[in-house]
């Protein structure tokens, strides 16, 4: 089962002290791009959350967001650095000996000294706290999950109408390849008959030349392809994990046959199948960008 690129999923948690908001957003990339905006305090589990990720996802453009409102997720504490404060009254007493100056030191004083004060927070987190995280990041992932095979269900259908139709326009051309050859034999040796005429070329170089260019026309091995480029589109949607790139290198090679084939022919009626059959194979090119 296909799974599409894009999906969305949502985690709140709150209780009296905060509100813990995580949000996962997918969009189609070439590969797996993952972009963290979180706390501060969460940078140190980063690599831990994108392993949690890849273990779900395999492509996409992957933008996660997580906010804490409320009470911070470490609690900091104001510390005073004591041996800065003594170097201080050191100086201070030294400076009122030296040049006799009389005075005490206020607690303005105190608080305006540089670098004095300091916020001590915890390098780790509460392992309670770091589980709930982790737990709501699965949660917001199964949904994006979710929403991915949901739409990569849609898509599947899709592509397995449009392969139903290459595979009738293909019998189509089939059956148009049968004639072909006499219809094209004559069509040229009229051309050239009418291209030559009053110039003394007998028939028989004109049925010669006739011959090659029929030749050249031949799509017996672009239908061929076709059909087997058909088939493998058909097993791939089969499989399970990453298959968009495969199905995208298919698709190029359906839409290089047909391109070929409306080269080759001069009949209208094959023109006009291959205009068809490529229409359908770009919509599919298209969908395929989005398929992980």
């Keep these: 089962m296909i799974k599409s690129m894009t999906g969305y999923g949502r985690f709140v948690s709150h209780n009296q002290k905060r509100q813990i908001t995580i949000e996962v957003k997918t969009i189609n990339h070439r590969y797996l791009d993952i972009s963290c905006k979180i706390p501060r305090e969460l940078y140190p589990y980063e690599n831990e959350l994108k392993k949690q990720m890849k273990a779900e996802l395999s492509r996409g453009r992957v933008d996660v967001y997580i906010a804490c409102n409320g009470e911070q997720l470490t609690d900091k504490k104001m510390q005073v650095d004591w041996d800065l404060f003594d170097q201080y009254l050191r100086s201070i007493e030294a400076i009122q000996e030296k040049g006799n100056i009389q005075g005490s030191l206020s607690i303005e004083h105190i608080l305006s000294m540089e ?36 739409e990569g269900e849609a898509i599947q259908k899709d592509f397995i109408n449009r392969i139903q139709s290459l595979k009738s326009y293909t019998v189509q051309l089939e059956e148009h390849a049968k004639r072909l050859e006499t219809e094209q034999f004559n069509s040229l040796k ?20 006739a011959a090659i260019q029929i030749e050249k026309a031949d799509i017996a091995e672009e239908l061929t392809r076709l059909h087997s480029h058909i088939e493998q589109f058909l097993e791939a949607l089969d499989k399970n994990g990453s298959i968009g790139r495969k199905l995208d290198f298919i698709a190029q090679e359906l839409l290089r046959e ?10 209208s009626e094959v023109s006009r199948i291959a205009v068809e059959m490529k229409s359908e194979i770009e919509k599919i090119k298209e969908q395929v960008q989005n398929i992980e």
């Design 190 to 209: 009229e051309k050239l008959e009418k291209m030559l005429e009053g110039q003394g070329i007998d028939e028989a170089r004109i049925v010669q030349e």
């Design 258 to 267: 047909v391109n070929t084939i409306a080269s080759k022919s001069i009949l």
């Design 115 to 150: 670098n004095l004060f300091y916020i001590e927070e915890p390098d780790v987190l509460d392992e309670q706290l770091l589980k709930t995280i982790k737990d709501g990041m699965q949660e917001a992932l199964q949904q994006v999950i979710e929403m991915r095979t949901t």
